[in-house]
C-alpha cells in the first residue's frame, strides 16, 4: 500500500507544469551561482597573487630594513563558491608594523559599492531563499488539495492507514523535489573541478557536509507544508499561512535576531577604537620625544667642562651604548602601542562575540539562520574569518618585529663600522646594496580542519533536524485527526 501511495505522489510532482518550471529555474540559478562563484574566487585568487608578487618586490629592491612597509594578505577560500559568507565584506590585507594596527583593509565591496548593494546570489542563498519556497509551492496543497478535488474521501474508501498516506505524501514529496535538484549540484561539482578550482579533499568533505545541512533544511520546509495542509481545509488558506510563516522565518526573524542583539548589547564603533589608538599612540610618542631630551641633557651635563676633542672622544666612546639605548627606547614604545592595541581590540573581540552570541541564538528561533550560520562556519566564511585572520597577522607581527629589530640593529652596527673605517660622517640609512631577505618570515594563512569547522555547527545541524522532526510530527498527529470527507 505504501509503495503504490508512494508512486502515485511521484508521479503527481514529476508529471506536473510547475515541476518542469521549477527544475528548470533551481538549474539554471545554482549553475550559474557556481560559475559566478569560480570566477569571483579566480578574481580574487590573481589580485592575492599579484599583491604578494608586489610585496615580494618591494622587499628584494629595499636597501634598509628600515624602509621595509609589511603586509599581510587573506588568501582567498574555494569553499566560498558555495557559502560566500563575509568573504566580500571584510579586508584582504593589513599592514604589519607596530605603529599601524592590525586591522584587514579594502573588501571587495569597498573597491566596489555596487556588488555591496545588490549582494552576491550563492548556492546558499539559492537553498535558503528559493528552493524553500518552492517546497512550499508544492506541498500547501499535499492533503487540503485533494479534499477539494474529492480524491482524498475515494482513497479511503478503501483501507488507507492514516499513517501510510501521510508518510507516502512526505517521503514523495521529498523524493520527487530532492533527488532532481542533485541534478544540477553534481554538475555544479563537475563544473568546479573542469574551471581548475584547488579544491582539497578538506573542501569537498565542507561541500559534502553542506548538502547534508540544505537537504535537511529543504526537509523542513516540506514537512511544513505537510503540517499547514493538514490543519486547514482550503489549499488557498494554507498557500497564505505558509507564506507569511515562510516570510517570517526566512526574512524577518534572522533580521530581526540581529538587530535586537545590537540594542541590547551595543559594542563601541570602529571610530571609537581608532580614537582611542591614535590618542594613546600620540600621548606615548610625546613621551619618547621627552624623555630623548632629558637623556639628551643628561649627557650634555656630562661633558660639561670638556673641550672639544675630548668631547670628541667621550661621544665615539659611549656613541654605541647611547644607540644601543635609544633603539631600547624606541623598541619598548612599539611594544607599548602593540599592546595597548591588543588590549583593545581583544575587548572589542569580546564585545562582539557576546553581541554574537545573544544575535545567534535569537535568530536561532528560524531554520533559515541556523542553515545559515551552518554554511558559513563549515565553508570557513562565517563572522570569526576576520577575528582568525588578525589573530595569526597578530601573532605574526610579534614574530616579524622581532626579526626586523634584530636586523636594524645590525643594520646600525654595519653602518658605525664603516663610520669608523672611513672616518668619516655617515648617516644611518640606507645603502645602495640590497638587504638579503631570504630569512624574512613569512605570514602563513589560519586553515581550519573538516572538525574544527563542524564543531561550531553541531546545535544548528541539531536544530535543523528537531525543527525538520517537529514539523513532520505535527503533520502526522494533525492528519490523524483530520476530516477526510
Not at 215 to 242: D, E, P
Not at 282 to 291: H, N, Q
Request: aromatic residues 10%.
Amino acid at each position: 500500500m505504501f509503495s503504490t501511495l508512494l508512486e502515485k505522489e511521484l508521479k503527481a510532482i514529476l508529471l506536473s507544469p510547475k515541476f518542469v518550471a521549477t527544475f528548470a529555474v533551481c538549474t539554471l540559478l545554482i549553475l550559474l551561482s557556481v560559475f559566478i562563484g569560480i570566477q569571483e574566487y579566480k578574481a580574487g585568487v590573481e589580485q592575492y597573487t599579484t599583491a604578494q608578487e608586489l610585496l615580494d618586490q618591494e622587499v628584494r629592491e629595499a636597501t634598509s630594513w628600515w624602509s621595509i612597509g609589511n603586509r599581510a594578505f587573506r588568501e582567498p577560500n574555494p569553499v566560498q563558491i558555495f557559502a560566500a559568507g563575509v568573504e566580500n565584506d571584510i579586508g584582504r590585507f593589513s599592514r604589519v608594523n607596530a605603529q599601524a594596527p592590525i586591522k584587514l583593509q579594502q573588501s571587495a565591496y569597498s573597491d566596489n559599492p555596487l556588488f555591496a548593494f545588490f549582494r552576491s546570489i550563492d548556492f546558499t542563498f539559492i537553498v535558503q531563499v528559493v528552493l524553500s519556497l518552492f517546497a512550499i509551492l508544492f506541498t500547501y496543497n499535499a492533503i487540503n488539495g485533494e479534499r477539494e478535488s474529492g480524491t482524498l474521501k475515494l482513497a479511503f474508501s478503501n483501507a488507507v492507514p492514516r499513517g501510510q498516506f501521510v508518510a507516502a505524501k512526505f517521503a514523495g514529496a521529498w523524493l520527487g523535489l530532492t533527488i532532481p535538484i542533485l541534478i544540477p549540484i553534481l554538475i555544479s561539482m563537475l563544473l568546479v573541478m573542469v574551471l581548475g578550482v584547488p579544491m582539497t579533499g578538506v573542501g569537498w568533505s565542507k561541500v559534502g557536509m553542506l548538502l547534508g545541512a540544505s537537504v535537511l533544511y529543504f526537509t523542513f520546509f516540506i514537512a511544513l507544508g505537510l503540517l499547514v495542509s493538514a490543519l486547514t481545509k482550503h489549499s488557498n488558506v494554507s498557500f497564505l499561512v505558509l507564506l507569511v510563516a515562510w516570510v517570517v522565518l526566512v526574512l524577518i526573524v534572522p533580521r530581526a535576531g540581529t538587530m535586537l542583539a545590537g540594542q541590547m548589547r551595543p559594542t563601541a564603533s570602529v571610530a571609537e577604537i581608532e580614537s582611542k589608538m591614535d590618542r594613546f599612540q600620540t600621548e606615548r610618542w610625546r613621551t619618547f620625544v621627552e624623555d630623548q631630551s632629558a637623556m639628551w641633557e643628561r649627557r650634555t651635563a656630562e661633558m660639561q667642562g670638556l673641550t672639544g676633542d675630548e668631547r670628541a672622544e667621550y661621544s665615539a666612546n659611549n656613541r654605541e651604548a647611547w644607540d644601543a639605548e635609544q633603539s631600547d627606547m624606541r623598541a619598548q614604545v612599539e611594544i607599548d602601542l602593540a599592546e595597548f592595541n591588543r588590549k583593545l581590540n581583544e575587548e572589542l573581540r569580546n564585545e562582539k562575540a557576546e553581541q554574537e552570541r545573544l544575535a545567534f541564538t535569537l535568530s536561532r528561533f528560524s531554520p533559515a539562520s541556523s542553515y545559515q550560520l551552518t554554511a558559513m562556519n563549515l565553508a570557513g566564511t562565517n563572522t570569526t574569518l576576520k577575528q582568525r585572520y588578525e589573530e595569526a597577522i597578530f601573532d605574526y607581527r610579534d614574530q616579524y618585529s622581532a626579526f626586523a629589530l634584530q636586523k636594524r640593529q645590525e643594520e646600525r652596527a654595519a653602518q658605525r663600522e664603516r663610520q669608523r673605517n672611513t672616518q668619516g660622517v655617515m648617516f644611518l640609512g640606507s645603502t645602495d646594496e640590497t638587504i638579503d631577505a631570504s630569512e624574512m618570515p613569512r605570514f602563513v594563512a589560519p586553515v581550519e580542519s573538516t572538525a574544527e569547522a563542524l564543531q561550531p555547527s553541531v546545535i544548528d545541524l541539531g536544530l535543523l533536524s528537531l525543527y525538520g522532526l517537529l514539523a513532520f510530527a505535527g503533520a502526522f498527529v494533525a492528519f490523524l485527526r483530520y476530516d477526510v470527507r
